[in-house]
Nanobody, 116 residues
Framework: QVQLVESGGGAVRAGGSLRLSCSASTVFSIHDMAWYRQAPGNQRELVAS???????TYAGPVKGRFTISRDNPKNTVELQMNSLQPEDSGVYIC???????????WGKGTPVTVSS
């Protein structure tokens, strides 16, 4: 009984910004949360993750440009994306590690398209 719903994706020109949000609905506790992305023909890659305590980790290509944050009382995780580049394009998928068995759950994804 876990649901992750992403929002905030869209189309933006290079250099622009977007803010993604993921809202989790679950009766379980949520541990780490993360954003992944996947472009057609590419494997899913980790963009950023954040622990329950708020400690972030970023993939090399997004360091200095993206910021992940979370609001535990609201069960949300955000991804502020600045200085977007075309290579950032893809479907951004919310991930959460949930419950006493550390189950991974995935949202449906929100598309991000960055044009040059």
């Amino acid at each position: 009984q876990v649901q992750l719903v992403e929002s905030g994706g869209g189309a933006v020109r290079a250099g622009g910004s977007l803010r993604l949000s993921c809202s989790a609905s679950t009766v379980f506790s949520i541990h780490d949360m993360a954003w992944y992305r996947q472009a057609p023909g590419n494997q899913r890659e980790l963009v950023a993750s954040i622990t329950w305590h708020g400690d972030p980790t970023y993939a090399g290509p997004v360091k200095g440009r993206f910021t992940i944050s979370r609001d535990n009382p609201k069960n949300t995780v955000e991804l502020q994306m600045n200085s977007l580049q075309p290579e950032d394009s893809g479907v951004y998928i919310c991930n959460a590690v949930v419950g006493p068995y550390n189950m991974q759950h995935w949202g449906k994804g929100t598309p991000v398209t960055v044009s040059s």
